[in-house]
């Protein structure tokens, strides 16, 4: 039983940056792993980056070297830094946690990127 609450979603030039944070209901030590996805129009839902308990991360090839996935325990809030923004990361981004087998999300947040 985990709630999520994302923020920091925005409209931003291509080029620009913008953080996104993931506040969770309670310690993050008890989370399993966490994550961002986002979702396009007409598209399906995509992992963009995700953490686990020992701070080893993955993310999509698209955003390799472009976007930070990180954590701050000590506020239950785990962050998506967004830098050199393009057009095609336009999309809803949602904060997921997952507690064994069981997947827990956020309502999303939407990132616009204009050219």
């Known amino acids: 039983q985990v709630q999520l609450v994302e923020s920091g979603g925005g409209l931003v030039q291509a080029g620009g940056s913008l953080r996104l944070s993931c506040a969770a209901s309670?310690?993050?030590?008890?989370?399993?792993?966490m994550g961002w996805y986002r979702q396009a129009p007409g598209k399906q839902r995509e992992l963009v980056a995700r953490i686990i308990t020992g701070g080893s991360t993955n993310y999509a090839d698209s955003v390799k070297g472009r976007f930070t996935i990180s954590r701050d325990n000590a506020k239950n809030t785990v962050y998506l830094q967004m830098n050199s923004l393009k057009p095609e990361d336009t999309a809803v981004y949602y904060c997921?946690?997952?507690?064994?087998?069981?997947?827990?999300w956020g309502q999303g947040t939407q990132v616009t990127v204009s050219s």
């Open positions: 997921t946690a997952f507690v064994n087998l069981v997947q827990y």
């Open positions: 309670r310690s993050i030590f008890s989370i399993n792993a």
